[in-house]
């Protein structure tokens, strides 16, 4: 019946090794249809993850438009009661040339995702047992591994050090973190895992992130002062398309390598696999749904890691929120990140979520649940939706 796009400004004044979050901004997507439950119109809501920019240009330009000019009828699945979500994305990327990913992918992922959150609402059930029966992998568990991500250079002045962050995120019941390095000196990084790894207290409960910021040289000299420590891995190295850096890393580093978040198609995705030397059964894969036109694009990417020898438990979606966890349960990843600290309204995820013993189990809710996150409450209501106030 409607489709509305609202720009969510991220809160925090965080910043890694290239970019500072302040100023970024969501799209968040609602989907707004004529069938009713609990007394009011069934809305599906979708966002396109943290990190990057709100594409309102492209949604309300281009793709709503796509999207309210076809007869809803022809976007059902075969049992016309359903959204088909592939069939959506078909619609929104009608003459969209190939190619040419980044915030178009972001943009179409919000779309895409709204469609799983109202599929899942229509079945009265969470979204990861609606993503789970779509893909044929019903009864799978209902729980992931998890790890708090944060460790970002905070603003000179503000009182807070990575130790007060992370034994934080502990007593959110955390074991296992992320962090952010290359904004600083190799020494001075140095001086912060040590840090953080006093509360971690292995190296394999610590990850580090350079967001891809270094060139060859800096990689290899910060995989030699790295190596020592054991680390859970050692993330977005390089620029994300240069796969020869990438694979001079996995063949010098001992320990494993993360990268795959700015790989935004399945086509790109394949190029990692052929060129960028990583692992079967030690690195790790960091496509985010919300960035790569949503989970139908996502699943590709999925069916190209196991064709090549891959393992999906080598998939950690990037994102930290609450619809890469749905996902990652949904389809039996090797699991997810958390942003508990920063980022909201978006990071984290809802109080009913339970963490603990290293994993995270989603809430009962219908859809994604993104309804339950307080942080999100006051931007739903700014949509206007109808049967809400």
Request: proline fraction near 5%.
């Amino acid at each position: 019946m409607d489709i509305r796009h609202l720009a969510v400004p991220l809160e925090g004044e965080v910043a890694n090794a290239v970019v500072s979050f302040a100023g970024h901004d969501v799209s968040l997507v609602a989907i707004v249809t004529d069938m009713v439950r609990r007394g009011r119109p069934v809305v599906g809501l979708g966002f396109n993850s943290i990190g990057r920019f709100a594409q309102g240009g492209i949604l309300c330009d281009r793709m709503i438009p796509r999207l309210r000019a076809t007869d809803s009828g022809t976007l059902l699945d075969a049992s016309g009661e359903r959204m088909d979500p592939a069939k959506v994305l078909h619609v929104i990327m009608r003459g969209e040339k190939p190619g040419g990913h980044g915030d178009r992918a972001g943009a179409a992922g919000a779309i895409e995702l709204a469609i799983w959150d109202l599929n899942a609402k229509l079945a009265d059930e969470p979204a990861h047992v609606t993503i789970s029966r779509a893909f044929g992998r019903s009864g799978g568990a209902k729980s992931v591994p998890v790890y708090a991500a944060g460790g970002y250079y905070y603003p000179a002045g503000s009182g807070r050090t990575l130790a007060d962050e992370f034994r934080a995120y502990q007593d959110l019941g955390f074991d296992a973190f992320k962090m952010k390095i290359g904004g600083a000196s190799l020494a001075e990084d140095v001086r912060r895992i040590e840090e953080a790894l006093a509360v971690a207290g292995k190296g394999h409960r610590l990850a580090v992130d350079a967001n891809g910021r270094f060139d060859l040289e800096t990689a290899l000299a910060y995989g030699r002062a790295l190596e020592p420590f054991g680390l859970r891995w050692y993330e977005e190295i390089g620029d994300p398309l240069d796969f020869a850096l990438n694979r001079e890393i996995v063949a010098s580093y001992a320990g494993t390598v993360a990268t795959g978040e700015n790989l935004f198609s399945a086509s790109d995705v394949k190029n990692l696999l052929n060129f960028a030397g990583m692992k079967p059964g030690r690195d790790v894969f960091q496509m985010d749904p919300g960035l790569s036109y949503g989970i139908t694009e996502y699943a590709r990417m999925l069916a190209l890691m196991e064709a090549h020898g891959f393992s999906r438990a080598q998939a950690f979606p990037h994102g930290g929120h609450l619809i890469n966890l749905h996902i990652a349960v949904g389809l039996g990843l090797g699991g997810c990140e958390a942003y508990p600290g920063v980022f909201q309204p978006f990071g984290g995820y809802p109080p009913g979520c339970g963490v603990g013993g290293g994993e995270v189990r989603p809430t009962d809710a219908p859809g994604f649940g993104l309804e339950e996150k307080p942080e999100l409450a006051s931007y739903i209501a700014s949509l206007g939706l109808p049967g809400r106030t």
